[in-house]
């Protein structure tokens, strides 16, 4: 990075990350040993969630819990389209099929109502998203599946350390799938996911989904395949996950810190918190109808932002070949304007300024 420059994030590695990374290079063991086993504990303690299970990636998190709860061939799942397409594709690789509803732009996450709306015969669960770490309105949610006997798998790859009515989200909905993708508010340094539940039974499936279905080294029961979490990442996470609190609380610091210097500016949306909420702030997320010049003019200051994300997902090529074409009013406005500013627990204060300044010169012309 070249001094003066302010990237989107900046990754974060101490000497403790480098050196549980060579214990487990010199241990000889790489697999299926105590380093994954104790993340689960670990990562299912800090959600206040009864089980953790370990996985490749958020992606195979996902996976991992429709398929234990069941979801399978012509089974409905009722998503979000504003979000990254990882959520959207297990429910497709597990034969199932996504049906799209539209948020609600104070949260970016799915809006209860559209759900009541999309309930068919063929319904088998509601995936919402803790879209850029706001949770979704959980409560409203598992009350609507309650009420027709769905089950909710939450996309809480973006949510680590959010809140929803007061729990950790980690512990509302049947299973809360999480990703340690390296811009995550912890990462294990490469890929890598959990899904966290209160359920006995589902937890000791995803085990032995994530292990080729066996229950013991030579006997398979069910379908399986390889998700399992390598020794070398979950060593790396451990160490992350015992600065987990202190960076989301750094972030939501900086993120409040944005907030009073962009208040009363009228040209820009900033994020909301629902009173019921604790926002996580995996990104800093403004919205614009000048969206992509005002990213052109900060990149020539030296700034760095991103979208998370330009093409929603019920407008990928690839969903619109297996798909029929929905038109969802809210989520196309959203994915129009959204723009991620520089976040991340070591960012300064003067940094933000910066940021900020240039926001406002930007649309002074
Ligand atoms: C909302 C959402 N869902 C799912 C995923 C998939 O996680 P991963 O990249 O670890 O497979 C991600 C992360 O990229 C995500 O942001």
């Known amino acids: ?72 061939k012509g089974d409905e799942v009722i998503v979000p389209s504003a979000t990254f397409i990882a959520t959207v594709n297990p429910v497709i690789l597990l034969g199932g099929t996504p049906v799209f509803a539209d948020i609600d732009l104070t949260t970016n996450t799915m809006d209860p109502e559209e759900i009541k709306h999309l309930i068919s015969s063929k319904t088998k669960a509601i995936m919402p998203v803790h879209l850029y770490g706001h949770p979704a309105e959980m409560k409203t949610i598992m009350d609507i599946a309650s009420d027709h006997d769905l ?38 340094a490469g890929e890598g996911g959990m899904v966290t539940t209160n359920d006995p039974e589902l937890a000791k499936s995803m085990s032995m989904i994530k292990d080729h279905g066996r229950k013991d080294k030579h006997t398979s029961v069910m379908l399986g395949f390889n998700f399992r979490l390598s020794e070398l990442h979950a060593a790396i996470g451990r160490v992350q996950l015992k600065h987990l609190s202190d960076w989301v609380e750094a972030k939501r610091k900086n993120a409040s810190h944005y907030n009073e210097l962009l208040s009363g500016f009228e040209k820009i949306i900033t994020p909301t918190e629902k009173s019921w909420a604790r926002h996580a702030y995996y990104v800093y997320v403004i919205k614009s109808k000048k969206r992509d010049e005002l990213a052109e003019h900060l990149k020539t200051k030296g700034i760095f932002t991103g979208v998370h994300y330009p093409i929603p997902v ?48 930007f649309y002074r012309g």
Request: negative net charge; aromatic residues 8%; charged residues 25%.
């Open 151 to 188: 089950k909710v798998i939450a996309d809480a790859c973006q949510a680590h350390g959010a809140m929803a009515f007061g729990h950790k989200v980690g512990t509302i909905a049947d299973a809360a799938c999480f990703s340690y993708f390296p811009s995550k508010n912890m990462t294990v």
């Open 314 to 361: 019920h407008k990928q090529p690839f969903i619109l070949d297996v798909l029929p074409e929905v038109t969802l009013e809210h989520t196309e406005e959203w994915a129009e304007s959204v723009l991620s500013l520089p976040l991340d627990p070591q960012i300064s204060f003067e940094e933000i300024e910066r940021v900020v300044e240039e926001i406002k010169n």
């Open 1 to 72: 990075m070249i001094m003066g420059e302010i990237p989107l994030c900046r990754m974060y590695v101490d000497d403790e990350i480098k050196k549980a990374a060579l214990d487990v290079l010199d241990s000889g063991w790489y697999v299926k040993g105590e380093n994954a086993n104790a993340l689960e504990k670990e990562f299912a303690d800090f959600c206040n969630a009864k089980y953790g299970v370990s996985a490749s990636s958020g992606t195979t998190a996902i996976f991992l819990a429709l398929q234990a709860l069941g979801i399978g």
